[in-house]
């Protein structure tokens, strides 16, 4: 996917104001309009120009597009990184990926979200709800927790410059969520207009990046390195869970990436999760005299080839 570069297509600096974006894209709008442009890429400069736009008008758009074009450049290749948009609180209705028409992929993939509902604003209605995604820790799933999150709100301020607002909120993060579900806090979106009550905030709820564990839903999963005498005679360990120290039995004769079930001890719920041990076998560096002649005391020892079912190819 190419990187757009959205100050670069209007011609103007990262600190235009409000005034100074609209004057740009209209300048440049009459100029590759392609009903009046010989220019041969008219229409699609015409196309990249109102992309641009719809974008740094906005000062919830210009905010997340600010937020990961620190470093790349127009048309590079380029990626979003991992939860690029945590803690950042959207009206409307969330980054849910719809169709574009005369978008690129850039924008769908950034700004996908569905269109917002157009009201009567002389009549009673309700605020528009917000939307954003917090991390929370895998432990805070197994037992529950109370946490103050910081949520950034992007505004724009009486002389048309975007600020981002700060706001700290006391979060019940109840026992058993996971990663994908939302938490709905009731009065916390927009103000309603006339007598309407205030919008919804909606907490996408995502769990920190944790080396030792990954989850599916409400099963969880974590790699346990054993040694080769414990994977061939077999062992009791205690092992580190989200939940506290587990005994585990590692049965004889196990192999690399053998699979262990520990039944409900995954994410609680009605129906609990599961929490799988993969094993990974890890041998013991031969750095000093007495590990080598160990290894090969063992090599001696085992008749042993772990490739003997390789088939000879020409």
């Known amino acids: 996917m190419k990187f757009k570069d959205y100050y670069e297509v209007l011609k103007i600096e990262k600190s235009a104001t409000d005034i100074e974006v609209k004057a740009a894209y209209r300048k440049l709008a009459r100029k590759y309009h392609p009903d009046v ?16 736009y719809a974008v740094l008008k906005d000062p ?8 990961i074009s620190e470093h790349p450049r127009q048309g590079q290749e380029f990626t979003p990184p991992p939860n690029w948009d945590a803690g950042f609180e959207f009206s409307g209705s969330g980054f849910d990926k719809s169709t574009y028409a005369n978008h690129s992929d850039f924008f769908e993939e950034i700004f996908g979200r569905q269109a917002r509902d ?17 991390m929370i820790d895998l432990s805070d799933s197994y037992h529950g927790a109370k946490k103050q999150i910081s949520l950034k709100l992007p505004i724009q301020d009486s002389d048309g410059r975007m600020k981002v607002h700060d706001r700290l909120l006391d979060v019940i993060i109840p026992k058993g969520i996971y990663a994908g579900q939302h938490l709905r ?25 944790n080396m030792r564990f ?20 077999g062992a009791m ?23 262990l079930r520990l039944k409900d001890r995954g994410i609680p719920g009605k129906q609990s999760g599961d929490l799988f041990v993969v094993m990974t076998i ?8 007495e590990a080598k002649a160990a290894y090969r005391t063992m090599a001696d020892s085992f008749h042993f080839d772990p490739r003997l079912h390789f088939q000879k190819t020409v």
């Open 37 to 52: 442009s010989k220019d041969p890429d008219a229409e699609d400069r015409f196309k990249e120009l109102g992309e641009a």
């Open 60 to 67: 919830e758009k210009r905010a997340a597009y600010d937020q």
């Open 118 to 134: 157009q009201h009567n604003q002389n009549a009673p209605l309700k605020g528009q709800d917000h939307h954003a995604k917090i």
């Open 185 to 209: 806090l009731s009065g916390q979106g927009s103000p309603g207009i006339g007598t309407g009550k205030a919008g919804d905030l909606y907490l996408e709820i995502e769990f920190k990046p």
């Open 214 to 233: 990954r989850t599916d839903g409400r099963d969880v999963y974590m790699n346990l390195p054993i040694t080769p005498w414990e994977a061939a005679l």
């Open 237 to 259: 360990i205690s092992l580190p869970t989200p939940d506290g120290l587990v005994d585990l039995k590692i049965p004889p004769e196990s192999n690399a990436n053998r699979k």
């Open 282 to 289: 890890v041998t013991p560096p031969a750095d000093t005299d």
